[in-house]
């Protein structure tokens, strides 16, 4: 699951994730998901990244993306996310990563990152034209 420069995006997983009313129990829901969202990214040109607590912990299971190459990519937050959530995230990362704006469009985008959606993140060295 490493990343290299032909990669179009990354995927990172909680491995920590659970949801609130789930037990301490091993393997975790992040884990599961982090494993899935593996397999579904094989041949994808998605890099998919285990890590250790997004710091979403009410709306967990949860992942983030970004696309790799340009500086011109947000970042987005994804909580709530299942194993169905798996394809979804890969179809996601490879929207934004074909985004001209480096914003991943709303058409087209899975239901589980409609509704999971946390957070975007603007990139390094954004400004915004207020006038």
Known sequence: MDTSDRDLATVYVCITCRRADE??????????LADATARAAQGSGVAVRRVRCLANCTR???AAMR??????????????????GADALIEGARLLAAAPDGLMPWRGRP?????????????????????
């Open 67 to 84: 696309a790799n190459g340009g500086g011109t990519s947000w970042t987005y937050i994804f909580g709530g996310l299942d194993l169905a």
């Open 111 to 131: 239901e589980p990152l409609k509704r999971g959606l946390i957070a975007r993140v603007p990139p390094l060295d954004f400004t915004e034209d207020m006038s």
């Open 23 to 32: 037990p301490e129990a091993e393997p975790r829901p992040g884990a599961l």
């Open 60 to 62: 967990g299971p949860s």
